[in-house]
């Protein structure tokens, strides 16, 4: 079978599954296929103050102003070389790209202009600067802060200040909003990604915090580890299902058979049907696209199958809880995991009182060290051992992460390398 044909069948069963996933139900019906991401799911306001992560928002039509904030930052030591901007896949693209800069300075774009979205850009841009000060160059950052309606001006600001490079947006709708506006910019480095039938302007570089990478990365070490069969209990939300379906996609194209869904049900009733179901198929494997609360509460049922799930998607459980997640498999951050790993030296520690803060920090940590290697264009190659995870550029102009895959043991999360 071509690739090409492989990957139609394969779009055409996520097109089958996001029409409905079955529910735990005596009899099991699965329906075969990705996860798929419905257009139609209605979208969700957060309340202010709230903590988000930045795939997860969908922003409400307010008209503010961009605010500038300018604070002291700069490029990083031991950065990469510049490119030739014209690669194959900007030639795909038939707007200009930017002129050569007319100045040092690297602009960080961010909502911090939207109290609903406040602390979750107040810990990018903390950790940003941080990272700018440990490497002793902080004077040539600004942080161009904007409301709702105001990403499209605020790029036009980093613009028409010459700006090396432009760090942002970091909502995935602002991220719409300036892929629509047509606007002209600055090299750019998005810290969302757009969908998959966006084409980025040839100007703009991409380095999401998304749990895509995540559902692609044990896709990946599952089929590493010779599982065979495996199944996915999803929830209802979007940020699930999208996590499910990257796994199902990358699990497909790697050649394993397509898993069998199922929607993940709380009730007693439904939980003792799915136990029975997979005693009866018994996968190898069972990827958990849910809360944390959730993968505890399936913990019991799917019995002693080797389990997957996303760090990106829960907080950390209290210690009572964390002890029912023993021999679970999660991908998480080094930044949380290893935090005294020898990379991180020389990095300030902050405390948030939440694990999804503590990773957009880290995230603002690594985006800065993206951001020092654009001199005077981009980077031709870029890796980097960060705080969010292993960092490279990709093609597509994608820098692309993998986070480290870790397992419960007595209700501590340790790295496999070091897991009994």
């Known amino acids: ?169 970091l909502v995935r709708d602002d991220l719409k909003t300036l892929l629509l506006s047509g606007a002209r910019l600055p090299w750019t480095v998005a810290l969302n990604q757009p969908d998959d039938d966006v084409r980025m302007p040839a100007a703009m570089f991409t380095f999401p915090l998304t749990v895509e990478s995540d559902g692609r990365m044990l896709a990946r070490r599952a089929l590493r580890a010779g599982v065979k069969s495996v199944d996915v209990i999803a929830g209802d939300s979007l940020l699930m299902k999208r996590f499910a379906g990257a796994f199902a996609n990358a699990w497909s194209e790697g050649g394993g058979r397509l898993p069998d869904a199922f929607r993940f049900d709380p009730t007693p009733e439904a939980m003792t049907s799915l136990r029975r179901t997979l005693g009866q198929t018994n996968p190898d494997a069972v990827l958990l696209a849910v809360s944390g609360d959730g993968v505890a509460l399936l913990k019991p049922f799917i019995g002693s199958v080797r389990a997957y799930a996303s760090g990106l998607m829960f907080e950390r459980p209290p210690q009572a809880v964390a002890r029912d997640l023993d021999d679970v498999r999660v991908v998480e951050i080094p930044w949380l995991l290893t935090p005294n790993a020898a990379e991180f ?76």
């Open 1 to 169: 079978m071509s690739r090409t044909l492989r990957r139609a069948l394969i779009a055409v069963a996520s097109l089958l599954f996001a029409l409905g996933a079955v529910s735990c139900s005596p009899t099991r019906t699965a329906t075969r296929g990705d996860v798929g991401r419905p257009s139609h799911e209605v979208p969700r306001v957060s309340p202010p103050g709230a903590v988000i992560a930045p795939y997860d928002i969908e922003p409400r039509i307010v008209e503010l102003p961009p605010e500038v904030v300018t604070a002291p930052a700069a490029p990083s030591e031991g950065t990469l070389p510049p490119t030739d901007a014209t690669s194959a896949s900007d030639t795909e693209s038939d707007d200009a790209l930017p002129p050569p800069a007319t100045s040092k300075t690297i602009a960080l774009i961010l909502p911090l202009g939207v109290p609903a979205y406040e602390r979750a850009s107040s810990a990018v841009r903390d950790g940003f600067l941080d990272a700018a000060e440990a490497a002793g160059a902080r004077g040539d950052c600004v942080v161009l802060a904007h409301g709702l309606d105001g990403v499209v001006s605020a790029f036009e600001t980093a613009r028409a200040r010459g700006v090396r490079v432009a760090v942002g947006p």
């Open 345 to 420: 030296n020389g990095l300030p520690r902050r405390d948030f009182d939440s694990a999804a803060l503590a990773r957009l920090y880290a995230l603002g940590l690594d985006a800065f060290r993206i951001a020092a290697a654009f001199k005077d264009g981009p980077p031709a190659n870029f890796e980097l051992d960060g705080a969010t995870g292993h960092v490279s550029l990709a093609p597509g102009r994608q820098f692309i992460r993998e986070g480290k895959l870790a397992v419960y043991r007595n209700g501590e999360l340790v790295p496999i390398e070091s897991a009994p």
